[in-house]
């Protein structure tokens, strides 16, 4: 019994630290990823349309095809690409986003760059194609504002900082459970060497001082895991959310911790 309760409590500790290199792993996976948070968003069908997506934040949809030219997926894929390069590039004021009238279509440029053509085909509901062409061009010059806002150096470093906090956060808190657990460990022993942990039913002794000792120490291990597994599962999201690559993942972790609880 002795043995077996060492070796589990062994497996508990290598399964505890494997956890913990793992759940590294993958953060560190994530974050050097940026398009994931672009092409989760990327989801789109024939009818409902296909979305134009920013810093993970879908802006509108195209819906209207260009026969034999494009199709709406590939034109969404296409303007999203394009608002990237703009976004990224500081010579290109917010200013020059504006709406062009070519004839009976309505073009949405940034700076000498044509974003993207609307045609009477690509009217949004009630709007007109004017309309729904201005809407876009206010809705991309919002976007661009706030992509470039993210990735400016005082939000950079903000975001560092709050990572940075919330690291040596987990690491106390860690370090907390870590003390309790020895201390609870400690306490445990002593019990199990003074004979005082019998589990007795009457006057049936169903498990020795020994035996009940191993198991609580099992149990204390098996807290500290839940306890080191539960800081990480809302460490990550939030250091995720911190940074313009990852935050689409990190706000969706949260939220869907949010709705868990």
Not at 31 to 50: F, H
Not at 65 to 80: F, L, N, T, W
Request: aromatic letters at 6%; a positive charge; hydrophobic letters at 45%.
């Amino acid at each position: 019994m002795r043995v077996f309760l060492q070796q589990s409590h062994q497996l508990c500790q290598r399964l505890q630290i494997w956890l913990i290199l793992s759940l590294t792993v993958v953060l560190l996976t994530i974050a050097s990823s940026p398009a994931i948070a672009q092409s989760e968003n990327s989801a789109g069908n024939p009818v409902d349309g296909y979305p134009v997506v920013l810093d993970g934040i879908e802006l509108f949809r195209i819906r209207q095809r260009i026969p034999g030219v494009v199709s709406a997926r590939e034109q969404a894929d296409i303007v999203s690409a394009r608002l990237v390069q703009i976004a990224n590039d500081e010579s290109i004021s917010l200013e020059t986003i504006r709406v062009e009238e070519q004839g009976s279509n309505s073009v949405i440029q940034a700076g000498d760059t044509v974003l993207l053509t609307v045609q009477e085909g690509d009217r949004d509901g009630n709007l007109s194609r004017r309309a729904t062409a201005a809407r876009n061009a206010q809705v991309v010059q919002s976007a661009v504002a706030q992509y470039r806002h993210d990735r400016s150096a005082q939000q950079i470093v903000s975001g560092i900082t709050f990572a940075i906090i919330s690291t040596i956060a987990l690491i106390g808190f860690l370090a907390l459970v870590q003390r309790f657990v020895l201390r609870l460990r400690l306490k445990i022993k002593a019990a199990q060497k003074a004979k005082a942990l019998c589990f007795r039913v009457q006057n049936l002794q169903l498990l020795g001082s020994e035996a009940t000792g191993y198991s609580l120490i099992g149990l204390v291990g098996l807290l500290r895991l839940i306890l080191v597994l539960a800081s990480f599962y809302l460490y990550i999201p939030f250091v995720l959310s911190q940074f313009p690559g990852t935050r689409a993942i990190g706000n969706s972790l949260l939220t869907c911790i949010i709705h868990e609880v």
